[in-house]
């Protein structure tokens, strides 16, 4: 008799319990925010990626003739081998001559780059560091104090220091940069880990004798991927943001790569007559850091728990 | 109670809430009809998901707004409350009906003092000037037996234990002599002795005033205890209906009666004792203190557990009870070493494990395992239930072919389809994923299963399978089983011995009969007298 009634409670309870559960990045990616953000991004990346196609000259030919050329002026070009070449500047030239059209787009590349090799670098290292951090007691202390150490570096002084040892460059910048926001994602994961080590299921592991490491990469880190993720899209907006501001103060990457901070520093001079310099790469570098913090918001409202738990 | 000549304080008439698309089934509550009148206690019983809570909070207005009302009416002394508007209904809350939650500690808003939240709901809806609202507020205070009222009021919701929390809270809901209360499982996260001390409370206001009282709750033994009339709820639909000592001793339904039946008796089975196994563990003065160290203040010294002797010998099952914080936890993971015992000794067999060194103990791991109390929490979500079970056994050297076979096996024996070791946690309902866990622990072939709070977590009718499951696997594995819990009904069914804690030492220790039976220590005597029911004996049934 017993046996009747156990399968009723038990097909009951099934039907509670096995509700589909929707992968959560399914559901991510049909977040408006995400697609809106992610269409805006994957344009970037073309227009960095496809630079060379897109109707650019050399974007550090300098061209004496055509110097300071509002946006739409007709150009003449010679060429290397003594022909000449008309085109339409439309984003007009700089105070050197350079195509700043050409120089916008190429410029896309080393802050898109600057952006994903922060965020990649700072969360690998930051998740390493938090897992030992938040997972080995004793280690947390000694630890911790020496991230708070590194969060009182402000990035544009490191950056200042490295660039007068070594040389200015993009690894300088990169490097500067990741310093100071490795200690954010170690206090992000040493948190998660914080409170998931004392979840049932993590001292089941311990009581079943599951070795230290395996304990943390299989039944620990897995829990800190969607924060780090959302974290990740946010440190990648600060720091092409951080980029442009280094480059323009002349710190950053050499004045003639082209990078947004570079094409605005070079344009401030003469702002007032030629607003062009400053606004097409300004409005580029809006743009994408507002693409990476709309999805990096709408990411936050699909993976993180705490923010989905709404109705 | 003369209910012919009043009108019913309160109506549902034919019910419906409906679930938002996807849910499990369509309605959370199905056609539900039924009255409370003044001065009655009616209890809605059903296990989770029955749609309890959603009927009270269709009664308050304060559905969620994913839930719909569909079809019905509920009538408050016979105004329409689903066809109420909103300022109408803010109108009623407090001042005709009110209600008390489960969690008193989150009910408060921790950054007001106890009395400026009872003032709250007298400034909302009253006239009344500064100095009667605060002589109104200590009055109630009084009246539900708050030791001076006066430093309470001023007193913020941590200042206070869980007992008097709950007690603020059913001052906040009276203070306005309201016609209906709603008390949703308002007992459950309280101790034994507290919750029998707010059921006293609320049965003696609701009598003083006349009020009707609709109380929500899964424990029978609170049904048995304080209500006049009893509703049975099952999946949203109403089971069965009638005053409380005709359900509770001649239910109709085979529902009521499976319920019933599935509540553990009070009275100690014989087991007939018998103490010729081999004695798996024994601690000797084991002892946990915390110290919270501190640079700047004296060190803040905390006694979870005090000389606690234990000892447990094959085919036993000797129980820890105790309230919260009464350190039966801290003992149960001093023994299975997920916590450093700060004192004394614990033999596993003739191995002292309470001082080994981490890299030593890993081989005695396997010896003793733990079932948790959260089915929900106690498996990681993102492996499958084989790779669950196999863990252990690979660990220690298994190959997964070899674990896998072990873990078909063990399925049968927890009862769950081999078939399906390759679903994920989710998959699963909590009494199936306590019987997973179960199968875990089986699978490391271990001397000592603790189950801690095993069962509390679930509904009656799944707890009492996953406890007939626990012993028939001691029976047949010859096992030691220490059994943690705070309910007394379970202790007394599952245990052999039994060990009453409290304060972090044990204050009684003996066969289940005879703790039961002849309780010697105080605080036994009046842990058992706060149990709820202990006078009914609920019928055992054939559904």
């Keep these: ?311 | 109670m003369s209910t012919e000549t009043k009108q019913p304080v309160l109506e549902v008439r034919n019910l419906s809430v409906a679930l938002p698309k996807g849910g499990d089934r369509v309605h959370a509550v199905e056609k539900v009809s039924f009255t409370v009148n003044p001065g009655e206690i009616v209890c809605l019983v059903g296990e989770s998901g029955s749609g309890k809570s959603v009927i009270a909070f269709t009664v308050m207005g304060l559905l969620a707004k994913a839930l719909k009302p569909t079809s019905g009416e509920i009538l408050l002394q016979g105004e329409n409350i689903l066809t109420a508007s909103e300022d109408r209904l803010r109108e009623l809350r407090c001042t005709r009906m009110s209600m008390i939650f489960q969690e008193p500690m989150t009910a408060l808003n921790p950054v007001m003092t106890c009395g400026e939240q009872i003032d709250e709901v007298l400034s909302t809806h009253t006239q009344l000037d500064a100095a009667t609202r605060k002589a109104k507020i200590i009055a109630i205070l009084d009246r539900v037996k708050l030791p001076e009222p006066e430093r309470i009021y001023a007193s913020y919701p941590h200042q206070l234990s869980g007992g008097q929390r709950q007690r603020i809270m059913i001052a906040m809901a009276l203070v306005l002599d309201p016609v209906l209360l709603i008390a949703d499982e308002p007992t459950t996260a309280l101790d034994v002795t507290t919750q029998a001390e707010i059921l006293k409370l609320v049965a003696e206001l609701q009598a003083g005033q006349g009020t009707g009282v609709l109380f929500i709750t899964h424990d029978f033994g609170v049904v048995a205890e304080i209500a006049h009339r009893v509703a049975v709820l099952r999946w949203g639909e109403l089971v069965e209906m009638g005053p409380t000592e005709q359900i509770l001793s001649r239910p109709v339904q085979g529902y009521t009666k499976m319920l019933i039946s599935s509540v553990p008796s009070i009275t100690p089975v014989h087991r007939g004792v018998r103490r010729d196994g081999t004695t798996v563990l024994r601690t000797e003065k084991l002892g946990k203190t915390y110290t919270g160290s501190s640079f700047f203040q004296k060190a803040r010294v905390v006694k979870a557990a005090v000389d606690v002797d234990l000892d447990i010998r094959r085919g036993e099952t000797l129980g820890i009870v105790g309230e919260s914080g009464s350190g039966k936890s801290t003992v149960a993971r001093c023994i299975a070493r997920l916590i450093d015992p700060t004192e004394g000794k614990v033999y596993l067999g003739d191995t002292e494990i309470a001082t080994m060194s981490a890299g030593k103990l890993r081989p005695h791991r396997r010896r003793v395992q733990i079932v948790f109390q959260d089915p929900y929490r106690s498996m990681n979500p993102r492996i499958t239930v084989g790779d669950f079970i196999i863990e252990g056994p690979m660990n220690f050297g298994l190959s997964r072919d070899e674990a896998m076979a072990r873990a078909r096996k063990l399925m049968e024996t927890v009862r769950l389809d081999p078939n399906a070791l390759d679903r994920f946690p989710h998959q699963f309902s909590g009494g199936q994923r306590q019987r997973i866990c179960i199968a875990r622990a089986l699978a490391m072939e271990p001397e000592l299963l603790i189950a801690d709070e095993a069962v509390s977590a679930l509904d009656v009718s799944v707890q009492k399978q996953v406890l007939e499951l626990l012993d028939e696997i001691r029976v047949r594995l010859n096992l030691a089983v220490l059994f943690i819990t705070h309910d007394l009904r379970v202790a007394a069914q599952i245990c052999d011995y039994v060990a009453v804690m409290s304060k972090g030492r044990v204050v009684e220790y003996g066969s289940a009969e005879q703790v039961f039976g002849s309780p010697k220590a105080e605080y036994t005597k009046a842990l058992f007298a706060a149990a709820p029911g202990r006078h009914w004996e609920f019928g055992k049934f054939a559904a």
């Excluded at chain 1, 280094?246 to 901070?261: C, D, K, Q, T, Y």
């Excluded at chain 1, 097409?280 to 913090?293: D, E, H, K, M, S």
Aim: hydrophobic share 55%; no cysteine.
């Design chain 1, 1 to 311: 008799m017993s046996a009747i009634t156990e399968e009723a409670v038990d097909s009951a309870s099934i039907a509670a319990a096995s509700t589909k559960r929707k992968s959560l990045w399914l559901v991510a990616i049909r977040n408006p925010n995400v697609i809106i953000g992610g269409v805006i991004l994957l344009t970037m990346l073309l227009i960095a990626i496809l630079a060379p196609f897109l109707g650019t000259v050399d974007p550090q030919r300098i061209d004496p003739a055509a110097r300071n050329k509002k946006p739409g002026t007709e150009i003449t070009y010679r060429l290397d081998d003594g022909t000449t070449m008309k085109r339409v500047a439309i984003m007009g030239t700089d105070s050197l001559g350079r195509d700043v059209y050409s120089r916008v787009l190429y410029g896309a590349r080393v802050s898109l780059a600057v952006g994903v090799a922060v965020s990649v670098i700072s969360v690998a290292i930051g998740m390493v560091i938090g897992l030992v951090s938040g997972y080995i007691r004793w280690a947390d202390g000694i630890i911790m104090r020496i991230m708070d150490g590194l969060m009182a570096i402000p990035g544009i002084l490191l950056a200042i220091a490295l660039v007068s040892i070594w040389r200015a460059g993009l690894i300088t910048v990169v490097f500067a940069i990741v310093v100071p926001d490795v200690p954010r994602v170690v206090r992000l994961v040493r948190s998660i880990v914080l409170t998931v080590r004392e979840e049932p299921y993590v001292e089941g592991a311990i009581s079943v004798g599951t070795p230290t490491w395996i304990l943390m990469f299989r039944h620990i880190l897995p829990n800190t991927v969607a924060p780090l993720i959302v974290q990740g899209t946010f440190l990648a907006a600060a720091a092409i943001l951080t980029e442009a501001a280094l480059s323009f103060l002349g710190i950053g990457i050499p004045p003639e790569i082209p990078s947004w901070g570079n094409i605005m520093a070079e344009g401030r001079t003469l702002f007032r007559v030629f607003p062009h310099n400053i606004l097409y790469p300004g409005i580029f570098l809006a743009l994408t850091v507002l693409a990476i913090n709309i999805m990096g918001d709408g990411l936050r409202d699909t993976l993180d728990p705490k923010m989905s738990k709404k109705v």
